[in-house]
Each structure stands twice: as structure tokens, then as C-alpha cells.
């Protein structure tokens, strides 16, 4: 049986309670004092005792009435505390302040492939096999930023809590740290976690907004080709929703609960997308973090990395990525050892990708590994059935934001929607909506209120004066073309990648029409 004895603190009075369990014969197994309360377990002692222990214990001046309990408090602690430890699916460490190793829970001596004794019976330097963390640890009263570490070989992202020795009893106040609690990440729980987070913006093909014969055919098609675990290759202009397409298909495949991470190759300069996307070694390169750190392939294992703007990726990366689609290895960035992943990748790009591969700008290999399935997006100006339904989605949600009663559209600016050609597609659309709600206090817009917020809502064109010639009428089009664009793309690479033209015929055209003009 297990007891609580309140008492009065005094010096002395513990002792005097154990003295009367010993004079009645009562073997003591636990003791814990936790002033104002002695929790003492006694396997002896039966409910038809404690009267006359009850009896014994008030003569000791200040002594209470004695209760019964069910577990004694450190040890419920205990119990708890090994609970914790044994279903966290990371490893964890506690060390002490010489950076020995006190506790291990069960996933971290798993992994170091030995028990959690044996585990506990060694120092830091010797799990993660590098001496300089254990002293640098130390040296810094265990206070680090979080940095990728070696256990029994595989890669994990250290975070450090210090543990600190209260400065006196009973205070909040935190002394010298006396050692520190290391909990350790593998690359796919990290993946797992990103994936969490923005999982709540993950749907089905009910998020693709439509009711248009383009968008229900493609609904069905995509339906078939999600389902079958091969890359896929998504093709459409720029704003119609590829990437939204792309999360559809990973949310009613078979990987839907593994993670989706993506990556717009067209965003970053090769070395970092590459670094990105297979990660790196400690001191790869100046800057890198310290440690090293895992890519999106190591982060996604088992779920889908999302390549937006494939066309946009250097020679270089397309031949390291067609050699991971070809056996699922990788090297890290500084880094001999061959890591194996199971990753879908789903590529999306607004560039005719036949035409690079004669250009040779893309590899005709890498082609047809990422265009095993393939499906494409209509642009806005072929849905013309879906340009009302998605704008009134898109007034409810610009509605909300702005915390403005929900808004509606009247005939005439009905009627704009419907006449404009949306180059920008869907992303123009919504920007455009997104102005008018912002920059208007009226209940129902205008076709004013969209040409205010867009400037035109007439389709791009290109008008120029009488010409004599074939020659002049193509050079005036020529011109008149290429000012306008320039002022939306300002480099002859991003003209040359609006037009899907090459770079060299783009540059040579500016130069020859004085553009920019001086």
C-alpha cells in the first residue's frame, strides 16, 4: 500500500516518521518528502492497519491524517516521462554536463542499434562519431542553433534545449545549465511537417473551380492518370493553375499522406536550386549551413516533389535529375554516399519542351522520363463557361479579406469579363477582382471599377499606321510588339521566354529596333 503523511515542516519530523514504521515492523520499498507531504510505498500494509498506524503517527508532534494514494508522484513522473519518450517517433538525448548520455528513448537506440542501456552508457562524441559537437556544446553552456548530425550513419537535424540547474529552491530562475535535451529530425519527418502545415491548402480536383466541358475532361483524365504512380508531366500558359492541378493529383493518389514539396526552377540560380533540391555536406560550400542539410528529395521521401517551371532548369540539373529518375540515387552536394528515395516527381512547365529538345536546350532524354503521363491545362480564354463562376469565387474570397459584405458583378462589367481575352489567365483574373474589391466601396461593380483596376480589360493588341511594303508592315508590327512587351518583360531572356522564342533572335530584333529606347 501506498501512503501520504502530511506534516508540519520542522527538522526532524521525516525521521520520526520513519521511526514509528520501523518500531511496528513495516519494511519501507520508496520514500519520497515533498514538504509538506512524506509519500512513503509499503508493500506490507493493509487497509486494517492504518488505524492503529494512524494511532503511532499522532504522537509525532505535527503529523496529519494519513490518505492513501495510488502511486507515489516520482514515480508517476517516471512513469510518464518513459511514456513520452517511448512513443516519440524521433530519437532524443538527454546528456549531462560532461555531455554523457543519462537517458535514450527507444527510437533513438533503434537507430543506433543498440539498446537504451548501453545507449545511456555512453558519451555524445561517441554516438554521432564527431568529437567537436560534444565540446562545442559545452563550450557554449549548451546553446546552439539547430545542425545536421550523423547516427549510426544516417543524416538528422539536431535542436538543443539547455537544461538549467534552478538557482534555489522553490524560485523560477534559471542557474548553469547543467546538460541539454537533443532531439533529432530525419529529412522525412522534416518533409512530413512542411507537408503538415500547408497541407490545408492540399484539395482534390473539387479545389479546380469549373464546370466547363475543357475542365470536366480534364477532371476525368487527371482522375486516371493520379492514380498511377509515374511522372508526370503538366503543361499550360502561365496563371491557368498548373500547380493547383499538380496538388490535386497528389491528394487523391496513393502517396496523399506523404509530402508535397515543390520547387520553382525558374525562382533560383542553379547552384541553389541544386542544392535545393539534393542538399548538401558540412562545407560543401562558403556558406552553407552548418552541418549540412537534406533537399527536398531526402524531406519528400514516399510523397511528391512538385518541379513548377521545368522548362527553366540548367543542363546541368537536367542530367542529375535524370539520373535520380532513372534509379531513385542521389549524391548530396559534397557528399560520396549514395542516398535511395521513393519520389514522385511532378513537373510543370509553360514552354513548348519538343521545341527546346530541337533547340537542344533541353535533353530529349529527360523529355520523355518526365513526360510519361501528361496533361494540359486550358487556358481561361478556352473556358469561357467558367470565367463568371471563378470570378464570383474569387469576389467571396477578395470579400472576406477585405471584410466587406460579399459583392456582385452587373451587366456590364458581366460583359467585360466575358470580351477579355486573359492572357494572364486564372492568376489575372483574380488579381483583377482582388483590385476592384479593394479599391471600391460599391455593393455591385462596374465594368469602370475592372477597367480602373486593370488599366484595360481589352485583349493585348498591337495597332500601327499604314504601311507600303511587306517589309515596313512587319518591321512596324515588329516594334510596336516588342516596346509594349518590354515594358512587362525588361531583359531579352525573359522577352525571349514570354514569346517561347530563342534568346539570340530576341536580342538581335531589340538591337535593331532601338529598344529600349534611349
Same mark, same amino acid.
Given at each position: ?72 508522484p516520482g514515480m508517476r513522473r517516471s ?6 519518450? +517511448? &512513443?516519440?517517433?524521433? %530519437?532524443? *538525448?538527454?546528456?549531462?554536463?560532461? /555531455? ?5 528513448? #527507444?527510437? @533513438? ?98 479545389a479546380i473551380i469549373g464546370d466547363s ?12 492518370? +493520379? &492514380?498511377?504512380?509515374? %511522372?508526370? *508531366?503538366?503543361?499550360?500558359?502561365? /496563371? ?5 492541378? #499538380?496538388? @490535386? ?123 510519361? *503521363? ?145
Amino acid at each position: 500500500m501506498r501512503v501520504n503523511i502530511p506534516f508540519e515542516d520542522r527538522v526532524g519530523i521525516a525521521h520520526e516518521i520513519l521511526a514509528v514504521l520501523a518500531r511496528q515492523g513495516l519494511n519501507v520499498q520508496a520514500v519520497e518528502v515533498d514538504p509538506p507531504n512524506i509519500y512513503i510505498d509499503i508493500p506490507e500494509l493493509k487497509q486494517s492497519m492504518l488505524a492503529s498506524l494512524q494511532a503511532d503517527c499522532d504522537q509525532v508532534a505535527g503529523v496529519g491524517t494519513i490518505e492513501v494514494v495510488d502511486i507515489l508522484p516520482g514515480m508517476r513522473r517516471s512513469l510518464n516521462l518513459d511514456t513520452i519518450m +517511448a &512513443v516519440m517517433e524521433d %530519437p532524443v *538525448l538527454a546528456i549531462d554536463a560532461l /555531455g554523457r548520455i543519462v537517458i535514450a528513448n #527507444a527510437a @533513438a537506440a533503434e537507430v543506433a542499434r543498440c539498446t537504451e542501456k548501453e545507449l545511456c552508457q555512453k558519451s555524445l562524441y561517441q554516438v554521432l562519431q564527431d568529437s567537436t559537437i560534444q565540446h562545442e556544446l559545452i563550450a557554449n553552456e549548451f546553446c546552439a542553433p539547430t545542425r545536421e548530425v550523423l547516427l549510426n550513419g544516417e543524416p538528422f537535424m539536431m535542436d538543443v534545449t539547455p537544461v538549467f540547474e534552478p538557482l534555489s529552491a522553490g524560485t523560477a530562475s534559471d542557474g548553469k545549465a547543467v546538460g541539454a535535451l537533443l532531439t533529432l529530425t530525419a529529412p522525412k519527418r522534416i518533409g512530413e511537417r512542411l507537408h503538415a502545415i500547408s497541407r490545408a491548402e492540399i484539395g482534390g480536383f473539387e479545389a479546380i473551380i469549373g464546370d466547363s466541358e475543357q475542365i470536366r475532361v480534364l477532371k476525368k483524365r487527371a482522375a486516371r492518370v +493520379a &492514380v498511377v504512380d509515374a %511522372p508526370l *508531366l503538366i503543361t499550360g500558359e502561365t /496563371g491557368t493553375g498548373k500547380e493547383l492541378l #499538380a496538388q @490535386a493529383c497528389h491528394g487523391v493518389s496513393a502517396r496523399s499522406n506523404a509530402p508535397f514539396l515543390e520547387l520553382n526552377c525558374a525562382a533560383l540560380p542553379e547552384s541553389l536550386a541544386e542544392s535545393e533540391l539534393f542538399g548538401y555536406m558540412a562545407g560543401a560550400f562558403t556558406g552553407a549551413n552548418r552541418g549540412g542539410k537534406p533537399g527536398l528529395f531526402e524531406m519528400a521521401d514516399g510523397g511528391t516533389v512538385f518541379l513548377d517551371e521545368v522548362g527553366e532548369m540548367s543542363l546541368y540539373l537536367q542530367a542529375k535529375l535524370l539520373r535520380f529518375l532513372n534509379d531513385g540515387k542521389f549524391r548530396r552536394i559534397g557528399g560520396d554516399k549514395e542516398i535511395q528515395v521513393d519520389v514522385r516527381i511532378i513537373s510543370a512547365t509553360h514552354r513548348n519542351l519538343r521545341k527546346m529538345v530541337q533547340e537542344g536546350s533541353f535533353r530529349e532524354d529527360l523529355f520523355y522520363r518526365l513526360n510519361v *503521363l501528361h496533361l494540359e491545362m486550358p487556358p481561361l480564354r478556352e473556358r469561357a463557361d467558367d470565367i463568371l463562376l471563378l470570378a464570383r469565387h474569387f469576389i467571396e474570397r477578395a470579400c472576406t479579406q477585405a471584410q466587406k459584405p460579399v459583392s456582385r458583378l452587373n451587366q456590364a462589367a458581366t460583359t467585360a469579363m466575358l470580351n477579355n481575352r486573359w492572357p494572364g489567365n486564372v492568376r489575372q483574373l483574380q488579381n483583377v477582382v482582388f483590385r476592384a474589391i479593394t479599391m471600391s466601396d460599391q455593393r455591385v461593380l462596374d465594368a469602370a471599377d475592372l477597367d480602373w483596376a486593370e488599366d484595360s480589360m481589352q485583349a493585348d493588341t498591337v495597332v500601327f499606321e499604314e504601311a507600303e511594303t511587306w517589309e515596313a508592315s512587319v518591321n512596324q508590327f515588329e516594334s510596336a510588339l516588342l516596346s509594349k512587351l518590354y515594358q512587362e518583360f525588361p531583359s531579352s531572356r525573359k522577352l525571349a521566354a514570354r514569346l517561347d522564342t530563342s534568346h539570340s533572335m530576341i536580342a538581335a530584333k531589340l538591337r535593331k529596333h532601338g529598344i529600349p529606347k534611349k
